[in-house]
């Protein structure tokens, strides 16, 4: 949920989800309740897997790191050319907020565009899970989440290793590469420095809101963590651009 309301923060289009829990035979679950953004009467939302393989016969879903930067361009360029609404531009700035985050499961799941009926004026959908970031991954007790273990070099490592959900067509990219190679799209060169600005404010914004999480579902020791990669990884893209 915060990530969601990180990105919104952010200016990034994202769904609107509220955290909730209910009572099973096994005990307390917890969750994610996300409002629907689709208007299922008048629109159809299609995944990227889906919009991959009606335009490339080539491509294969089962190959997982077919799933490139330049298929995905190549398919929502040809959208924008039917009519679809700043599509490229929507899906790099989605990109650069996952650089931000360090979400690494960008797979061709975890994006949609949003298709009328008529088929005229598609938009890239909001985004509904970045959840894998920010250390979610890691169990309580690792070295990552103990400043006073964690060096330096172990925090640029993890941040470095972060992988992205894209492939080359045959093996898996890490998120540091996607950026290097989505920085030769013009859009990222166009508006890169303003998204970053929108960043620095949203986790100004985060880091008034974090006090008010309950630590049983963020304790402290894991906000302290999620500001310090997000710092770290502003820092990093503010390199890059």
Not at 41 to 62: C, F, I, K, N
Not at 91 to 118: C, K, T, Y
Not at 199 to 223: I, Y
Request: glycine share 10%; proline share 5%; aromatic share 8%.
């Amino acid at each position: 949920m915060l990530m969601l309301q990180l990105a919104s923060a952010s200016g990034v289009p994202a769904a609107e989800g509220i955290a909730c829990q209910w009572f099973e035979a096994a005990g307390v679950k917890r969750g994610l309740v996300v409002r629907s953004f689709v208007d299922r009467t008048r629109e159809q939302l299609v995944s990227g897997t889906q919009l991959l393989s009606r335009h490339d016969p080539t491509y294969s879903p089962e190959a997982k790191w077919q799933h490139t930067l330049d298929r995905v361009r190549e398919v929502l360029a040809r959208l924008e050319l039917d009519g679809g609404q700043n599509l490229l531009e929507s899906f790099a700035r989605m990109l650069a907020f996952d650089a931000w985050i360090g979400n690494g499961d960008r797979h061709q799941d975890n994006w949609s565009v949003i298709i009328p009926e008529d088929g005229r004026g598609s938009r890239l959908s909001p985004m509904y899970d970045p959840a894998a970031c920010l250390g979610t991954e890691l169990q309580d007790g690792h070295l990552q989440l103990d400043p006073r273990r964690r060096t330096e070099a172990d925090l640029n490592g993890y941040i470095r290793r972060c992988p992205s959900g894209f492939g080359d067509g045959r093996a898996p990219l890490r998120l540091e590469q996607v950026v290097d190679k989505i920085g030769d799209w013009p859009e990222w060169a166009k508006h890169a420095g303003s998204w970053l600005a929108a960043f620095r404010g949203a986790l100004n914004t985060l880091k008034g809101v974090l006090p008010s999480v309950e630590p049983s579902w963020l304790p402290e020791h894991r906000k302290i963590f999620m500001v310090t990669v997000l710092e770290q990884r502003l820092a990093w893209l503010a390199g890059q651009v």
